[in-house]
């Protein structure tokens, strides 16, 4: 009974995995729905990955297992004295080749698709800071910092560790390119279920590009690299509004956050 309750709590998490929004969640072991081409792209390779790993680990397993039974000493009391088996040696040589080869091909086809940031319809500078993240739209002639919002403020509800004072507001349905830039130690932007994970770099500007699907919705991120006492305190909020709604804001943005009041 109790190893019944055990595998129906299981299969509730697995169930549950399903029904994730862009958002990490208690007891989350899937990832989150990918949104956007370059997140389903990561996604479909993951699951790929899973497959052949998976298969590999089985028939490993199997193998071990198989050999520790037929083969142990009352079973097997004078063993085999073979040292080389030259057709089993190149088996065993090739097939990981294939397999690596197998694996390669779209790995290498999502990194280069990863790669194009040219074809975007907008972009945003981000810089990571110890402890908050700042945006900035070339474009429009605003930057802004964005912080965390202490447990101690959040509104109703308003995600602990999660939600920020000033999140990035982008238009849904667009092609970003992010320039990603770093003026301290090394921080990391990742927002998982877009697909984009990039260092920031003093010195350097990485590029990234997301294209944010059509509908309204909130996704969540977090730094993604160890970065000093308050790194698990600068999370990252993208909110996708509709274009009105995008530039109403931008309207109030450009009064609040001209570029001039920025250092
Ligand atoms: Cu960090």
Redesign the pocket.
């Known amino acids: 009974m109790a190893m019944k309750r055990w595998m129906l709590g299981f299969c509730f998490i697995l169930l549950a995995g399903s029904a994730y929004g862009a958002v990490p969640e208690p007891w989350q072991i899937g990832l989150q729905p990918p949104a956007g081409s370059v997140a389903e792209k990561a996604n479909d390779l993951h699951n790929l990955l899973l497959v052949i790993t998976g298969a590999i680990c089985v028939l490993v397993l199997g193998l071990l297992v198989y050999i520790g039974v037929r083969f142990r000493a009352d079973r097997n009391p004078t063993p085999s004295k073979t040292t080389h088996n030259p057709i089993l040696e190149v088996v065993w040589t090739v097939i990981p080749v294939i397999i690596l080869v197998v694996i390669a091909v779209p790995s290498f086809r999502l990194l280069y698709y990863q790669d194009r940031t040219d074809a975007t319809d907008m972009t945003i500078k981000i810089t990571g800071a110890q402890?908050y993240w700042n945006y900035e739209y070339p474009d429009e002639g605003i930057a802004f910092d964005s912080y965390m919002i202490d447990e101690s403020e959040l509104a109703d509800g308003q995600k602990r560790l999660l939600d920020v004072d000033n999140p990035m507001v982008v238009p849904e349905g667009t092609r970003i390119k992010f320039l990603i830039v770093g003026v301290d130690v090394m921080?990391?932007f990742f927002v998982p279920s877009l697909g984009v994970q990039k260092y920031t770099v003093v010195g350097r500007t990485n590029e990234a590009w997301v294209d944010v699907p059509p509908g309204a919705k909130t996704y969540y991120g977090q730094?993604n690299?160890?970065?000093g006492t308050n790194?698990a305190y600068?999370p990252i909020v993208i909110e996708a509004v509709s274009e009105a709604d995008y530039q109403t804001w931008l309207a109030r943005a450009k009064q609040d956050f001209t570029l001039a009041s920025v250092q």
Do not use: F, L, P
């Open positions: 402890w921080h990391s730094c690299q160890i970065c790194h600068m």
